[in-house]
C-alpha cells in the first residue's frame, strides 16, 4: 500500500485505527493520565490520541508521522480543540526518529509496527524514548485461530509477523515489558474500520477516473476488499496493548 493510497483510503477517518472513540477514551483512562504528561505518538497518524488527550486530560505530546496530509490534518485538529499549545507534530521517519532518551511517560505506536519490522523492534524502538516505568501503548494485529497458508499471501503478510494472542503476550515479555491491561477490537470495529475504506477509495475512484494511478488504486481496493471478506475478518485480531516499561 503507497502512501497516496493510504492516504486516500484513510481520508474519511478521524481515527486510523480499528477502535472507536470511546475506546480510544478507555485507553486514556486506563493510562491514568494527569496534566503534564508527556506523550510520544509513533506514526501519529492524524493526531487524534494526543489532541484529545491533551483536552481531556491536560497532556502534553509529540506525533511523528511522514505524511503530510495526515499531519496537516492533526495540527488543524489541534488548532479546532484549542491544544496547539500543547502537542506538536513532526514529519519525520517515525522509525528512525531521535529525541531526548527516556524522557516520555508513555510512548505509543498504534497499528504502526511496521516501523520496526514488527512488534519486537518496535518495542526496542520505543524504549530508548521512555521513562522507566512508563507506559507504553502498542497496537497490532494477532491471529484468532492460525489461518490457512494461502492467508498469508492473500494478507500481504509473513508468516511469522503476527503470532496468537498468548504469543504477543509472551513477545511482550520477552522484550522487557509487562502487559498490564488491553483494549481489544471486535469484528464489528474491523468492519467500521476496513469497510468504510471501501465507499471512501470508490467514490474517489468515480471521481477521478482519468487519475495515472486509477487502475492500481482499483487494483489494490478489490485486493483489499477480498482479503478482508476471505481471510481477515475470520483470522484476523487487532488490539491496543498496555505495557508498563
Known amino acids: 500500500m503507497s502512501l497516496r493510497f493510504h492516504e486516500i483510503a484513510e481520508s474519511g477517518h478521524r481515527i486510523l485505527n480499528a477502535i472507536t472513540d470511546e475506546k480510544l477514551n478507555l485507553i486514556g483512562e486506563i493510562c491514568r493520565i494527569k496534566p503534564g504528561t508527556r506523550q510520544l505518538d509513533l506514526a501519529c497518524g492524524k493526531g487524534e490520541m494526543l489532541t484529545r488527550w491533551a483536552v481531556r486530560y491536560g497532556s502534553h505530546g509529540v506525533g511523528v508521522d511522514i505524511s503530510k496530509v495526515f499531519l496537516e490534518a492533526a495540527r488543524e485538529r489541534a488548532d479546532e480543540l484549542g491544544v496547539a499549545d500543547q502537542v506538536r507534530f513532526?514529519?519525520?521517519?517515525a522509525g528512525t526518529y531521535e529525541d531526548e532518551p527516556h524522557s516520555y511517560d508513555i510512548v505509543s505506536c498504534i497499528g504502526a509496527t511496521w516501523i520496526g519490522d514488527g512488534l519486537t523492534g518496535t518495542l526496542a524502538l520505543m524504549r530508548r524514548l521512555l521513562r522507566p516505568g512508563g507506559l507504553a501503548l502498542v497496537g497490532d494485529c494477532y491471529?484468532?485461530?492460525?489461518?490457512p497458508p494461502e492467508a498469508y499471501a492473500s494478507l500481504q503478510v509473513s508468516s511469522d509477523l503476527f503470532t496468537s494472542l498468548s504469543g504477543t503476550a509472551k513477545r511482550i515479555e520477552d522484550a522487557g515489558y509487562e502487559l498490564v491491561e488491553m483494549v481489544?477490537?471486535?469484528?464489528?470495529?474491523w468492519d467500521r474500520y476496513v469497510a468504510s475504506?471501501?465507499?471512501?477509495l470508490s467514490e474517489w475512484l468515480r471521481e477521478n477516473p482519468d487519475d495515472p494511478e486509477a487502475s492500481d488504486l482499483r487494483q489494490f481496493l478489490d485486493h483489499a476488499r477480498r482479503a478482508h471478506l476471505e481471510?481477515?475478518?475470520?483470522?484476523?485480531g487487532w488490539g491496543v496493548f498496555v505495557l508498563r516499561g
Open 90 to 93: 513532526v514529519e519525520a521517519d
Open 143 to 147: 491471529w484468532i485461530t492460525p489461518p
Open 184 to 189: 481489544m477490537a471486535n469484528q464489528d470495529t
Open 197 to 200: 475504506q471501501w465507499w471512501t
Open 231 to 236: 481471510y481477515g475478518r475470520q483470522y484476523l
